[in-house]
Structure formats: structure tokens, C-alpha cells
């Protein structure tokens, strides 16, 4: 059973830092392009940043802005994304998602990943 589950979101202050994590099992994430995506309470579902299943191609939204980072650990067949310098405008559930389709690029649209993680709030006070 294909599987991508999220943890390490939280409460934390603004200007502070988090860093969420994205397991998997039933695939081996190494092989596919992986994108994080969060969500806000009454907004649609966008794109924070993507990694290319070859790993030389990532995108960022432009409100990362530089504080995101995303990063593989092949032994745990994990990916996380570490987050720095939070505003309170970073509030969402986050997702991790997965495009098993073998295209070399990553890609910022829902609609190009195919298996989900089921999300983990992040919460950012001011």
C-alpha cells in the first residue's frame, strides 16, 4: 500500500522555525519528483515548493522568499521541508505529494502529483 504521511508541524512563534517531515512506504520516494503544498482555512490548496526526482530541479512559490528548503534522506526514505524565519501569513495544513509518472522536472500544480500525504497543521502565533 502506497503511503506518505506528514508529521512535525506545530505551534511556533513567528520568526521561528519547523521543520515537517514526509515518510513514505509502498515507494521508494528517491525515484519521484516530490512537492509540498499547504492549504489555509477557506483558500485553495497552492504549491510551497517541488523537487525533481533526479534532484536538480526545484521551484519555489515566490512567498518562500527564500526561507523553505527542501531536502532527502535516502536511507529513511523521507523528504522533509524545513521552514525558517515563519510569519503568521505561513498558517496552513501542509502537504506532502508525491508524482510517480517519471517526468524529470518537478511541477507547482496540484494536479501533477498523484499520491498524498494526509497533512499536518502548522500554526503560526504572532
Known amino acids: 500500500q502506497l503511503q506518505l504521511v506528514e508529521s512535525g508541524g506545530g505551534l511556533v512563534q513567528a520568526g521561528g522555525s519547523l521543520r515537517l517531515s514526509c515518510k513514505a512506504s509502498g515507494l521508494t520516494l528517491n525515484y519521484y519528483s516530490i512537492g509540498w503544498f499547504r492549504q489555509a482555512p477557506g483558500k485553495e490548496r497552492d504549491a510551497v515548493l517541488c523537487l525533481s526526482r533526479i534532484g536538480a530541479n526545484m521551484k519555489t512559490a515566490d512567498f518562500v522568499k527564500g526561507r523553505f528548503d527542501i531536502s532527502r534522506d535516502f536511507e529513511k526514505n523521507t523528504v522533509y521541508l524545513q521552514m525558517d524565519s515563519l510569519t503568521v501569513e505561513d498558517t496552513a495544513v501542509y502537504y506532502c505529494?508525491?508524482?510517480?509518472?517519471?517526468?524529470?522536472?518537478?511541477?507547482?500544480?496540484?494536479?501533477?502529483?498523484?499520491?498524498w500525504g494526509q497533512g499536518t497543521q502548522v500554526t503560526v502565533s504572532p
Open positions: 505529494a508525491a508524482d510517480t509518472t517519471w517526468r524529470t522536472q518537478c511541477f507547482m500544480e496540484v494536479g501533477s502529483y498523484n499520491y
